[in-house]
């Protein structure tokens, strides 16, 4: 090993992330397509990933695509440009190879908002209920769920459970509301919510329709319920980019991380995007996670193959099970 490597791996060990300087005369694109060569390496991208990620990547989607794309893939290396939750997922489906996340501190506050010790408790209490978790959570969480589920199948596979069938939802409040509603089902909610889509202001939404009245407001499903009962159209981020593409309106406020409007945008040349903005100081949505991750740490990462995702196996065979149920039931649904 020579000492490069030496050190990238100390550092990696110590911190769990990269930080070593890259010479700046570097063509990333150009480093980063070799390495996937050399390797047989993929990415897969998530739309709120940096405009440069998303540019590079061999698949970009919302997290059912990346979980089916992940399932299938031939490559011996899985580099996830995401947050853990997801290289976590992609883990467990592909014990054999190897998975990178090029950022480890990466989590998802939505995630943390559900430790498994907690939810055990919750859960011990109603038996009879079956646990569908969304899939923005620890393996720790999976493992104690029936099913897995996205935003994109979320309401598909609470539909195919008899109506009778006491449920259990879990992490994120918001999106189990929204079920609820779309089904007339009532699911027990753990109290979960993710930072980025519970901090939008519906004054500043409505002071932007003011300005353009013609302006369709489309969200994700993550957002609080005052914010979803304003909102023309809630999707998951490939349902957003479809319905944006295919609607006939040219100006859209966008209720969801502003990552997506990079693809949004060069989907419709003509049409306009303004990111929904948050209740606070700050202009922008972006979620701090996934914007950890930088082309140069996906270099590194691709170079050393570190940070690696490395899983218990016992736990990992406990979290695949509702995953693997999530993937046959959205096959049959035909999503
Ligand atoms: P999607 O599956 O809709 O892309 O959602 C992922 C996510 O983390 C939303 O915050
Ligand atoms: Fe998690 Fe929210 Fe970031 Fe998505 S946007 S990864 S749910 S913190």
């Not at 889509?197 to 994700?220: D, G, N, T």
């Amino acid at each position: 090993m020579d000492v490069n490597i030496v050190e990238a791996t100390d550092k990696l060990e110590k911190n769990g992330f990269l930080d070593l300087e890259i010479d700046p005369t570097l063509d990333l694109f150009e480093e980063i397509n070799k390495l996937k060569k050399e390797k047989n390496a993929v990415i897969l991208a998530h739309y709120y990933q940096e405009p440069d990620i998303q540019d590079i990547a061999d698949y970009i989607g919302d997290s059912l695509g990346l979980a089916q794309n992940a399932a299938k893939t031939e490559a011996d290396i899985i580099v996830f440009a995401g947050v853990h939750f997801m290289a976590e997922t992609a883990k467990i489906l592909n014990p054999g190879k190897k998975v990178l996340l090029p950022d480890l501190r990466a989590g998802c506050s939505l995630s943390d908002s559900c430790p498994p010790g907690l939810f055990k408790i919750f859960k011990d209490k109603y038996p009879d209920h079956l646990v569908i978790s969304y899939i923005n959570c620890s393996a720790g969480i999976k493992a104690l769920s029936d099913i897995i589920c996205t935003s994109s199948n979320a309401q598909a596979i609470v539909e195919s459970l008899p109506v009778e069938q006491k449920i259990i939802f879990a992490p994120d409040r918001n999106l189990g509301s929204f079920i609820n509603k779309q089904t007339g089902r009532n699911m027990l909610l753990w109290d979960g919510a993710c930072m980025v889509h519970e901090i939008f202001s519906l004054e500043k939404i409505f002071k932007i329709k003011s300005r353009h009245p013609e302006a369709k407001f489309i969200a994700h499903p993550e957002c609080e319920e005052a914010v979803l009962a304003v909102a023309d159209f809630i999707g998951s981020t490939t349902q957003l980019l479809k319905f944006a593409k295919e609607d006939e309106a040219m100006v859209f406020i966008v209720g969801t991380e502003a990552g997506i409007l990079h693809k949004m945008q060069a989907n419709n040349l003509t049409k306009t995007f303004i990111a929904a903005p948050p209740n606070n100081a700050c202009a922008c949505n972006d979620c701090p996670h996934m914007k950890l991750n930088t082309l140069e740490k996906l270099y590194l990462c691709m170079k050393y193959e570190l940070p690696e995702i490395i899983m218990d196996e016992v736990l990992r065979l406990a979290a695949k099970r509702p995953i693997d149920k999530m993937l046959k039931l959205s096959e049959e649904l035909g999503l």
